[in-house]
């Protein structure tokens, strides 16, 4: 099966912006502009990274400098996400505790091939994954600490130390950033079919070879946003990756 630019792909591409905007104006969500705006990014961003990969994938080594550049635009985006730009680097090290073993496991043992056109996509995925629960799980501790600034407060005054107190607030929280990427592992292939899968047919791959795929990428998943909520949870525990307000809240 082969999905190739032309008017049926533009025609289904308008059709199905126009009844977003509808959809976003009939219901009173009001997210109609940011749509069209997203969606206008998707197609220029996809776009460009198609022809930069295109030019990069017969070098192992131009390859390798895709994924960092892909790295690096993560963790911009997280940070600012969660409202702490300034911290980026620690947010980086948390996102690399994460996409380094996973990416180097799966290519040292050969599942994958170490060729640009396999590392780019696999890499790819780790990390807009690994990106998704660090912004997930700042969103919700960083949220937390602000309305249980008291709790906090009477941790402290019970003995405890700024970590503890801490952990007392977010320990709760950290899971829930995994948990939508558990419940897209326990219902693959009965309620979903993700991308990897879809990907390798579209490309002409068995049903097997798909799964197999797909199978690969929840496991990579997995591990990955594991390793990352925990390095991140430790990080915000010692207070070293949070937002400015909280950096100067929570004092010992």
């Known amino acids: 099966m082969d999905v190739s630019p032309g008017w049926p792909v533009y025609l289904c591409l308008a059709v199905l912006l126009v009844v977003t905007l509808l959809a976003n104006r009939l219901s009173g969500v009001g997210l109609g502009r940011q749509s069209a705006v997203a969606g206008a990014r998707a197609v220029v961003q996809l ?15 131009l390859s390798f400098l895709a994924v960092g550049a892909m790295f690096a635009m993560a ?4 940070s600012k996400r969660v409202g702490a730009p300034r911290t980026w680097p620690w947010a980086a090290a948390a996102m690399a505790c994460g996409v380094v073993p996973v990416v180097a496991i799966v290519l040292a043992t050969g599942a994958v091939p170490l060729t640009g056109i396999a ?11 690994t990106m998704t629960v660090h912004t997930l799980v700042g969103r919700r501790t960083f949220a937390a600490l602000r309305e249980e600034h008291g709790q ?3 941790s402290l005054s019970l003995g405890l130390t700024s970590s503890q107190a ?7 929280r950290v899971p829930e950033g995994i948990v939508p990427s558990l419940d897209q592992v326990r219902t693959s292939g009965i309620v979903t079919l993700p991308g990897a899968f879809i990907g390798v047919m579209l490309g002409g791959g068995s049903a097997v070879q798909a799964a197999t795929a797909q199978v690969l990428v929840l496991f990579a998943i997995m591990a990955t946003q594991s390793i990352t909520a925990g390095v991140q949870a430790a990080l915000i525990r010692r207070r070293l990756l949070l937002p400015a307000d909280l950096g100067l809240a929570l004092v010992s």
Not at 47 to 61: D, E, F, P, R, Y
Not at 75 to 78: E, G, K, L, P, S
């Open 75 to 78: 963790v911009a985006t997280t």
């Open 166 to 172: 801490i952990d007392e607030i977010i320990a709760r």
């Open 119 to 129: 590392v780019i996509p696999i890499a790819g995925i780790v990390i807009g994954n």
């Open 152 to 154: 906090y407060e009477a």
């Open 47 to 61: 776009s460009l990274v198609a022809l930069v990969i295109t030019a990069v994938v017969g070098s192992l080594w």
